[in-house]
C-alpha cells in the first residue's frame, strides 16, 4: 500500500504480525480512507488527527480490536463497544476475530471512526473518575489509624499510584486478603513506591 499517510513503522509492523495479520491489513485500509495519519505507539499501530491519539489496533489471544482513546465519548449506536476493565474510564474498543466480522461492518466502522474524528476536532475531554472519588477500603482505613505516618504518606503518592493501591487492596471479596495485602505494601508506600515501583 503506498499511500501519503502511511508510515512505514507500520509496515514493519504488518510483517512481522504472526497472528491477525489479514484482520490488521484490513483495519489499516478502513482506517487511512477515513484520512488519519499512522505511526506506532506502545508498540502498535495508533492512527492520529492532528498529532491527536484517535484509535489504535492491537492483538490478544482471543481476539483482534480498535480501541478508540476517547470511545467512551462515542454514542454507540451498534452497542459494540466494550470497555476492558470496570477501571478503565475513557477507552472502549471493538472486537473481532476474524476478517469477515472487519469487512461486513465496514461502514459502520468508517462512522465510528469519522465521529472519533469529530470528537476530536471539538476538543472534547473524557470526565475522568478523580482519584478522591475512589473508596478507601476499611481495611487501609483500619491502616491509616494504627500507622500515624501511613495516611500521609498514602497523600503524597501521585493520583495515579493512590488509584492503583485502592483498585488492588480492594479486588478481595475476603477482608483478611484485604487485610494481607495492606500489610505486604505498607513499607512499600511509607518509602513513596507505587505497586509497581
Not at 2 to 15: C, E, H, P, Q
Not at 50 to 64: A, I, P, R, T
Not at 76 to 82: A, C, E, K, T
Not at 184 to 193: E, F, N, R, S, T
Request: hydrophobic fraction near 35%.
Amino acid at each position: 500500500m503506498t499511500d501519503n499517510r502511511t508510515n512505514r513503522k507500520v509496515d514493519g509492523f504488518l510483517r512481522k504480525a504472526k497472528q491477525w495479520k489479514e484482520e490488521f491489513e484490513k483495519l489499516r485500509t478502513i482506517i487511512l480512507e477515513t484520512g488519519l495519519t499512522e505511526d506506532i505507539k506502545w508498540m502498535h499501530p495508533c492512527y492520529m488527527f492532528e498529532d491527536k491519539n484517535v484509535v489504535l489496533m492491537h492483538g490478544f489471544k482471543e481476539y483482534c480490536a480498535l480501541l478508540f482513546h476517547k470511545g467512551a465519548l462515542l454514542k454507540d449506536p451498534q452497542g459494540i463497544l466494550i470497555q476492558q476493565t470496570e477501571n478503565v474510564q475513557a477507552a472502549r474498543q471493538i472486537r473481532f476475530t476474524n476478517v469477515k466480522e472487519i469487512v461486513e461492518m465496514e461502514s459502520i466502522l468508517k462512522d465510528y471512526i469519522l465521529e472519533a474524528i469529530e470528537i476530536e476536532k471539538a476538543g472534547l475531554k473524557v470526565e475522568l473518575k478523580k482519584h478522591e472519588e475512589y473508596q478507601i477500603p476499611d481495611e487501609l482505613q483500619s491502616k491509616f489509624d494504627d500507622t500515624p505516618a501511613l495516611k500521609p504518606a498514602f497523600e503524597a503518592l501521585t493520583p495515579g499510584r493512590q488509584r492503583a493501591y485502592i483498585l488492588y487492596f480492594s479486588k478481595p471479596k475476603q477482608s483478611k486478603t484485604r487485610v494481607s495485602r495492606v500489610e505486604k505494601y505498607m513499607q512499600q508506600i511509607l518509602d513513596g513506591k507505587g505497586l509497581n515501583d
